[in-house]
């Protein structure tokens, strides 16, 4: 149940962060609810392929190189969902910025799982 809430709750972020953001497009409700399922799966399955192969990098950049991760996690979701358009990567990391602030403000609500 708390996934399910987790999700809605990102779908939510996604809209509002659309509503704001130039550059950014969700189409509607479901699409963004379609956004938060595919980030939730490419944040699952991509990203830890992602850091294990940019490791020395993000080493290097003391974590920094982790927020591109983040832009090329929203950039693949764009590519993936047909209703959800991101304008170019400053946009994508700018996005993924205030979505994960976001979320950790919504998640908060929920309390622990």
């Known amino acids: 149940m708390n996934f399910i809430l987790?999700?809605?709750?990102?779908?939510?972020?996604?809209?509002?962060?659309?509503?704001?953001?130039?550059g950014v497009?969700?189409?509607?409700y479901l699409t963004a609810i379609i956004v938060a399922i595919v980030l939730a799966i490419l944040n699952l399955l991509v990203k830890?392929?992602?850091?294990?192969?940019?490791?020395?990098?993000?080493?290097?950049?003391?974590?920094?190189?982790?927020?591109?991760i983040n832009?090329?996690?929203?950039?693949l979701a764009d590519a993936f969902v047909s209703g959800f358009g991101v304008s170019g990567f400053f946009i994508a990391l700018l996005f993924s910025l205030?979505?994960?602030l976001f979320q950790s403000l919504l998640f908060s609500l929920l309390g622990k799982d």
Not at 25 to 28: K, N
Not at 48 to 68: D, H, Q, R, S
Not at 71 to 75: E, F, G, H, V
């Open 25 to 28: 497009e969700v189409e509607g």
């Open 71 to 75: 832009a090329i996690i929203i950039l």
């Open 6 to 22: 987790r999700i809605l709750l990102t779908a939510v972020a996604v809209v509002i962060l659309a509503k704001f953001l130039p």
């Open 98 to 100: 205030l979505l994960s």
């Open 48 to 68: 830890p392929i992602l850091v294990i192969f940019t490791l020395p990098v993000t080493i290097l950049t003391l974590g920094l190189f982790l927020l591109v």
